[in-house]
């Protein structure tokens, strides 16, 4: 499903040259969950935002569910994060002017779904993440923890394939940060694959699998 | 598309403060554009779309054979009272009529209407079909022969208003000139702009009170308004002696049927100097001149330089408001660099950003158009104050709007495009933690 061989990221200053991933190697079958693992700088958000198209790279393969990424366009890579990608990220990101209702409606609105259809897939997923009763307040009316539930549903919306985490809990306490790995276990339990990049290694031994990123290049735990 | 716009919608008040001065930004710049085109788009309009190519104004060379009228060689402007006369009557076009400004006491025979020096217009009859004049209440009067004027007169709707109160005074009779004139007709509304027929007090000084028979100006010896010029030395005392002199006084137009006929009148102008060379006339070589509406008024410069070079200085203004607003606009798009990359990551394309971007552009652009507008109103009420002779015109029209709007919208995209670059080429990742 997730597939990268020898892929190479390089980042150029006109004075430096810093080798982020070197023949980086990884296979992601249908419904893991990966907990990526490894020191700071060592190349794990570099990795996520590869796979994530985020980002470009600079050498090697690539292909997300049997289609060779390397050379798509800017349009088709959007569509293929739109459809097959949902992202977390430790910040949350979401918009701060725009309801709960709203900031999961983002991904479905440049999918195309009518209305109704919109509507049906933002309370379906709101609802999965207990938030259902608070879909016209503001992100800045809800706790950390419930910021990053909403975050979690408006990745989901779009029913992805892939669920990419950066430190999904690195912003939260203990307590919220069990409660969103809960989520993410369900979630993979109903059959979609994760990737999370984390420092916790509580945290990452609930995952199905471990890998460790050291100088852009990647070992099995 | 429709969430492209709701979102370039949004966007564009998100920051109010900084909208508001890209809005202002704009808008100045528009409105000195504005402002200084309308002078020029409303002093250059044409007065009689409808037939300007085929009214003609009429310039023969009677001048002192030893030196030309106008350097380096142009003919006077106006012609002298016997051509226009024999002109007006050889009948060679579909309308001819000659025409000079005079003025007189008009003695209204109400006790309420005061009596007052009236400016008036000894025109030919053709002068009203010829010039699309407007009429209220009846119509003008039929050419007269020579020695056959009638005392009948034409007022302006302003002098009908002051001494028959604004009534249909058709058949009334006016006491002016020492003589009973009968109205035969009231003008409408009727301030041609410039004005064109006669620009010797200006190009847009204001029409004359009354219009009387061509023919009367000479019986009644009425004195010459306008400009006179003369060449010769003898003219002798008699008001006959100015009549027969080669004194130009006579603003001459004509209309032809057909473009095609130009040519025909050329000629026939032509034959006219010639014979009258023949009568020991036009000693300097025929140099006549034709010219329609459009190329007199460019012949006689009614917009002048100045206000070209105002236009460029606007444009310049406006250069610099741009350069202000593309500023501006890319402060607002940095503010936004983060929403943008998360939209990205979330299945937004770059062109779906573009177009968000170009909206919101446009969007600022139709603002800046309506406060543009706005500015230019206020700037053009201060020129009409200033100029008085100006307000007949000076008013926004369909064209000038459609001018600032579009002026506007592409100021804006122009100064947005280089922020709106620089926002599509934001790198996703690097915003988002």
Redesign the interface.
Known sequence: MLKMTDVKKVFRTDLVETHALKDFNLQVGEGDFVAVTGPSGSGKTTFLNIAGLLETFDGGTYELDGQDVSNLNDKHRSQLRNEKIGFIFQGFNLIPDLNLFDNVDVPLRYRGFNSAERKKRIENSLEMVGLAQRMKHLPSQLSGGQQQRVAIARALAGEPRFLLADEPTGNLDTKMANSVMELLKTINDAGTTIIMVTHDADLAKQARRNIYVRDGQVSEL | MN?TFELAYKNTF?QANLTALIVLTISLGIAACVITYALIYLMSADPLPTKSARVLHVQLDNWDPNKAAIEPNLPPEQVTWQDATNIVAAKQAKYQAASAITWGMVTPTDKNAAPFLGVMRATHGEFFPMFNVPFLYGQGWQNAEPNEAKYVTVLTKEVNERVFSGENSIGKTLPMLGKIFTVVGVLDDWHPSPKFYDMVYGAFSKPEDLYIPFQIKAELELPHGGITNCWETNLGDSYQGFLNSECTNFELWVEVDELTHFSDYEFYLNSYVQQQKQLGRFARPINNILLDINQWLSYKRVVSKDIYVFFSLALLFLFVCLFNAASLISTKFTAST??VA???????????IFLQSMIEAMILGVLGGVFGLIFSLFGLQGISYLYPNFSTFLTLDLTLISFAFGLSILSSLISALGPIWFLNRT???KH??
């Open positions: 969430y998100k983060h929403e998360l939209r990205r990551a979330l299945g937004a394309n770059q062109q779906n790198p996703i990742a988002l933690t």
